[in-house]
């Protein structure tokens, strides 16, 4: 699983724009496959806006009118944690713990900056994960289960369900079908 974080400074929107749309392209070249972003500061949709069509999904933009105190380092890290180990059986209490703030608080800055509380963001960020895996069709239902921190094909098959709307193997059908 890649992440990719763009940081966006103020004044350069249209630079950084083109800037984002050439690195894009060229990471989900070189990884073979699609990869997922989160820009943060001021301009973050045109640059989300840059890389439609590369390769990179931008999963969040979040602007300078959420980032306040010291925030966004701390979100930053509990957004890190999370991309870098989606199978991980995280609670809130120790993703706070990793990022140096009480659970309240790091739940009420998190959904303040990203939109969602953090345990609903990592439900989110395994279906986009699964979903990738899925379209990519070579692992079976089980195996993604596994991969992304579900117990059991039937717990994981429930939870994509309740988000998606359809199972799994499903979905994957209706994609092979599409395509």
């Known amino acids: 699983m890649i992440l990719v974080v763009i940081e966006q400074e103020d004044g350069a929107p249209d630079r950084l724009s083109s800037e984002a749309l050439t690195l894009g392209r060229s990471l989900a070249e070189?990884?073979?496959?699609?990869?997922?972003?989160?820009?943060?500061?001021?301009?973050?949709?045109?640059?989300?806006?840059?890389?439609?069509?590369?390769?990179?999904?931008?999963?969040?933009?979040?602007?300078?009118?959420?980032?306040?105190?010291?925030?966004?380092?701390?979100i930053g890290k509990a957004l890190a944690q999370m991309h870098r180990r989606p199978s991980h059986d995280w609670s809130l209490e120790e993703l706070a713990r990793e990022v140096g703030l009480s659970r309240s608080v790091l739940a009420e800055r998190f959904a303040g900056i990203v939109g969602v509380p953090p345990m609903q963001y990592l439900a989110k960020w395994r279906m986009q994960i699964a979903s990738g895996l899925l379209a990519e069709g070579r692992a079976n239902v089980a195996t993604i289960a596994n991969e992304i921190g579900y117990d059991s094909e039937a717990s994981f098959s429930r939870a994509f369900k309740k988000m998606v709307g359809v199972p799994p193997s499903v979905w994957r059908r209706q994609r092979a079908h599409a395509a």
């Open 30 to 74: 070189a990884a073979g496959r699609p990869l997922h972003a989160v820009a943060w500061g001021a301009g973050a949709g045109d640059v989300a806006g840059a890389l439609a069509g590369t390769g990179v999904a931008v999963l969040h933009t979040i602007d300078d009118a959420r980032l306040t105190d010291h925030a966004p380092e701390a």
